[in-house]
């Protein structure tokens, strides 16, 4: 009797810490939805729901000229569009002003226009300079705002989940308190409305600032991108907005380039590069950022782990909380992740980004001079009108070849990519503004970094070429390069001098271009068997020529 009495006892202490859990069963559960409900999706035509040009009467419909505000009006408008995002407050700032929380999330910063200066060419305006014509632009962009691609916070989300539902439970205290009902709203990959927003405000932007330039088609458009599903929403919210919704499916063609294992495309080089694919890619996930995350969130591991007893919360869940700032917040608009870490962490996460493209992605990886190469050659048949005759890159052959699908006079070229192989690109065509501040430590922030991700690669990220004839003639006589509305130095390519417009000569830059092509190994920079050296004080993307063998 005592001793049913004893288990009694025990059964009712369970049930009793049972009660008191603090945390919702829920916590940490994934939660998707669709729309349209299944089964009711618009049949096209319906004849219930006809279509303007059969309603007929809209009315007035005189077209007017087309805009060129870049090389028309005295300056320009910047982006520093976050709508409809609800700015984030740092847990240290009075407000969202003091501090910019959406301009320290690394390459998931939405993308603003970033000042010439800070590339070193203070002064410089996109604005076409005056007495020069645009001729002709070459545009590649980032895809918009997506879901993860990688699986740290949904990792974060199972953990929570799981200790929610283990026997001891955990307790969410002080800031923390929103994770008892925390739930997990995010999908995988696919861009957001916000991301969607983004690409048809930047199409948009690209008809009034260069619209005039379709008249010098003689034929449909090409614009490219490839076919994972963010980058053909990408490229069709950017054709919506240049294009207009009633008009863009009649007014291009849209080039879908395979992005998948045993496909070439200058758009996805990863999948025809083994060294984007191993241990030397992984240096940008593995090596330093961890050694840096273990620097930049030690003090607010201690803090947050605090506010969750039972939880056993580590510096990986902390990085994963700040991802998830990052993402609920171009998905769901806020985030209560965000007001979690101080300005300082926030620099810290920034830079962590950095670190990782750097060494995987960037000036630092010994792979990536290679992966950008074939997008370069692109640009030279283009700017030459020459059909590349060579195939030993990530060009693809069936593609650039044909006339259709490659036109080589095109006033106005648009390419969709990804920010890893932008990262890429700017290595191949040796833009040195990013290097300035050499190879990154993994254990403090340099003194006024060069290499910002959320100026390198943010999402919808736009490199955009002028092709410049001055004196305006028609004929090129000038390019330069224009990174987010910043112009950028072009002193890094062999005989481009100094110029205040960031102008390089076209034949010198189309020389510089070739030479780079020349001066890359593309079949010991994919193929080779190297290990990677350490310290690594790369910067331009290739092995050291005496470690190459
Ligand atoms: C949050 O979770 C607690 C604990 O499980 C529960 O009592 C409460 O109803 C939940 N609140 C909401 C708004 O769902
Ligand atoms: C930081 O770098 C930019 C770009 O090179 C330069 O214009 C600026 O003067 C530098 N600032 C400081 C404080 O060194
Ligand atoms: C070239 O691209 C097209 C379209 O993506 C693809 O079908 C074809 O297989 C590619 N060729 C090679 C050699 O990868
Ligand atoms: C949570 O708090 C309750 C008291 O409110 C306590 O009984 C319980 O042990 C705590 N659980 C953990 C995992 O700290
Ligand atoms: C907490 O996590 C750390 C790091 O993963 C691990 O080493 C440690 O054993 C864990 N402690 C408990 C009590 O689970
Ligand atoms: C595809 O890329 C490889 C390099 O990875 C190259 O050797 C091959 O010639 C290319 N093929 C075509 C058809 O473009
Ligand atoms: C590219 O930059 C490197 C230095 O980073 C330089 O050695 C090389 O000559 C440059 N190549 C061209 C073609 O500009
Ligand atoms: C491609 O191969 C030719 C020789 O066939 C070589 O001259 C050229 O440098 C190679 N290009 C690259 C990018 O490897
Ligand atoms: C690369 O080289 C190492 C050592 O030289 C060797 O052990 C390894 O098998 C090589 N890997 C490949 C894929 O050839």
Same mark, same amino acid.
């Given at each position: 009797?005592?001793?049913?009495?004893?288990?009694?006892?025990?059964?009712?202490?369970?049930?009793?810490?049972?009660?008191?859990?603090?945390?919702?069963?829920?916590?940490?559960?994934?939660?998707? =939805?669709?729309?349209?409900?299944?089964? %009711?999706?618009?049949?096209?035509?319906?004849?219930?729901?006809?279509?303007?040009?059969? %309603?007929?009467?809209?009315?007035?419909?005189?077209?007017?000229?087309?805009?060129?505000?870049?090389?028309?009006?005295?300056?320009?408008?910047?982006?520093?569009?976050?709508?409809?995002? %609800?700015?984030?407050?740092?847990?240290?700032?009075?407000?969202?002003?003091?501090?910019?929380?959406?301009?320290?999330?690394?390459?998931?910063?939405?993308?603003? *226009?970033?000042?010439?200066?800070?590339?070193?060419?203070?002064?410089?305006?996109?604005?076409?300079?005056?007495?020069?014509?645009?001729? #002709?632009?070459?545009?590649?962009?980032?895809?918009?705002?997506?879901?993860?691609?990688?699986?740290?916070?949904?990792?974060?989300?199972?953990?929570?989940?799981?200790?929610?539902?283990?026997?001891?439970? !955990?307790?969410?205290?002080?800031?923390?308190?929103?994770?008892?009902?925390?739930?997990?709203?995010?999908?995988?990959?696919?861009?957001?409305? !916000?991301?969607?927003? #983004?690409?048809?405000?930047?199409?948009?932007?690209?008809?009034?600032?260069?619209?005039?330039?379709?008249?010098?088609?003689?034929?449909?458009?090409?614009?490219?991108?490839? /076919?994972?599903?963010?980058?053909?929403? *990408?490229?069709?919210?950017?054709?919506?907005?240049?294009?207009?919704?009633?008009?863009?499916?009649? /007014?291009?063609?849209?080039?879908?380039?395979?992005? /998948?294992?045993?496909?070439?495309?200058?758009?996805?080089?990863?999948?025809?590069?083994?060294?984007?694919?191993?241990?030397?890619?992984?240096?940008?996930? &593995?090596?330093?950022?961890?050694?840096?995350?273990?620097?930049?969130?030690?003090?607010?591991?201690?803090?947050?782990?605090?506010?969750?007893?039972?939880?056993?919360?580590?510096?990986?869940?902390?990085?994963?909380?700040?991802?998830?700032?990052?993402?609920?917040?171009?998905?769901?608009?806020?985030? #209560?992740?965000?007001?979690?870490?101080?300005?300082?962490?926030?620099?810290?996460?920034?830079?962590?980004?950095?670190?990782?493209?750097?060494?995987?992605?960037?000036?630092?990886?010994?792979?990536?001079?290679?992966?950008?190469?074939?997008?370069?050659?692109?640009?030279?048949?283009?700017?030459?009108?020459?059909?590349?005759?060579?195939?030993?890159?990530?060009?693809?052959?069936?593609?650039?070849?044909?006339?259709?699908? =490659?036109?080589?006079?095109?006033?106005?070229?648009?390419?969709?990519?990804?920010?890893?192989?932008?990262?890429?690109?700017?290595?191949?065509?040796?833009?040195? *503004?990013?290097?300035? /501040?050499?190879?990154?430590?993994?254990?403090?922030?340099?003194?006024?970094?060069?290499?910002? &991700?959320?100026?390198?690669?943010? =999402?919808?990220?736009?490199?955009?070429?002028?092709?410049?004839?001055?004196?305006?003639?028609?004929?090129?006589?000038?390019?330069?390069?224009?990174?987010?509305?910043? %112009?950028?130095?072009?002193?890094?390519?062999?005989?481009?001098?100094?110029?205040?417009?960031?102008?390089?000569?076209?034949?010198?830059?189309?020389?510089?271009?070739?030479?780079?092509?020349?001066?890359?190994?593309?079949?010991?920079?994919?193929?080779?068997?190297?290990?990677?050296?350490?310290?690594?004080?790369?910067?331009?993307?290739?092995?050291?020529?005496?470690?190459?063998?």
């Amino acid at each position: 009797m005592a001793f049913s009495g004893f288990l009694y006892a025990l059964l009712v202490c369970a049930q009793f810490a049972e009660s008191q859990k603090q945390v919702s069963s829920g916590a940490g559960s994934t939660q998707t =939805f669709m729309f349209p409900p299944s089964g %009711v999706t618009a049949t096209v035509p319906d004849p219930n729901f006809p279509d303007g040009t059969k %309603v007929g009467f809209a009315g007035a419909t005189p077209t007017g000229d087309e805009a060129a505000a870049m090389a028309t009006a005295p300056s320009f408008a910047p982006n520093h569009n976050h709508f409809p995002l %609800v700015q984030p407050i740092a847990a240290d700032a009075d407000n969202a002003h003091d501090f910019d929380v959406l301009q320290h999330l690394g390459n998931l910063s939405p993308w603003r *226009s970033v000042p010439s200066k800070n590339y070193g060419l203070p002064g410089a305006s996109p604005v076409v300079p005056s007495g020069c014509e645009v001729v #002709q632009v070459h545009l590649v962009h980032r895809h918009g705002a997506r879901y993860p691609a990688d699986g740290g916070p949904a990792t974060f989300a199972g953990r929570v989940h799981e200790i929610a539902n283990s026997p001891s439970g !955990f307790n969410a205290t002080g800031r923390l308190k929103f994770l008892r009902n925390w739930t997990y709203k995010l999908g995988a990959e696919l861009l957001t409305p !916000f991301g969607r927003s #983004q690409l048809y405000d930047l199409g948009v932007g690209f008809r009034i600032r260069y619209g005039e330039l379709l008249k010098d088609f003689k034929d449909l458009p090409v614009f490219r991108t490839t /076919s994972q599903a963010r980058m053909l929403d *990408s490229a069709l919210n950017f054709a919506a907005g240049f294009f207009g919704l009633q008009d863009y499916a009649k /007014s291009y063609h849209q080039l879908i380039e395979v992005e /998948s294992q045993g496909f070439n495309s200058t758009l996805a080089p990863y999948f025809t590069c083994p060294n984007a694919n191993n241990e030397i890619a992984q240096i940008g996930y &593995t090596r330093n950022p961890v050694k840096w995350q273990n620097a930049y969130l030690s003090r607010a591991q201690r803090r947050l782990a605090n506010q969750l007893p039972g939880f056993n919360l580590t510096i990986a869940d902390c990085f994963n909380m700040q991802q998830l700032c990052a993402y609920e917040t171009v998905a769901l608009g806020y985030s #209560q992740f965000c007001g979690l870490f101080d300005e300082e962490e926030w620099e810290g996460y920034a830079y962590a980004s950095a670190l990782q493209i750097w060494y995987g992605a960037g000036p630092g990886n010994p792979a990536t001079a290679a992966m950008g190469i074939g997008y370069v050659q692109e640009l030279v048949s283009r700017l030459t009108k020459t059909r590349i005759t060579e195939f030993n890159t990530s060009v693809n052959k069936s593609i650039v070849t044909n006339e259709i699908l =490659f036109p080589l006079d095109q006033p106005i070229y648009v390419d969709a990519t990804h920010d890893t192989v932008m990262s890429t690109i700017y290595v191949a065509m040796n833009f040195t *503004s990013f290097i300035r /501040s050499g190879p990154l430590p993994a254990d403090y922030i340099p003194d006024n970094v060069s290499y910002k &991700t959320n100026e390198v690669n943010p =999402f919808a990220v736009n490199l955009v070429g002028q092709v410049l004839s001055c004196p305006a003639s028609g004929t090129p006589t000038h390019i330069r390069w224009i990174l987010n509305d910043g %112009v950028l130095p072009l002193t890094g390519i062999s005989g481009c001098k100094h110029n205040k417009n960031g102008m390089c000569e076209i034949d010198t830059f189309i020389n510089g271009m070739k030479q780079r092509i020349a001066e890359v190994d593309y079949q010991f920079g994919c193929f080779g068997n190297y290990t990677f050296p350490e310290p690594d004080g790369i910067v331009d993307g290739q092995l050291p020529m005496n470690l190459r063998h």
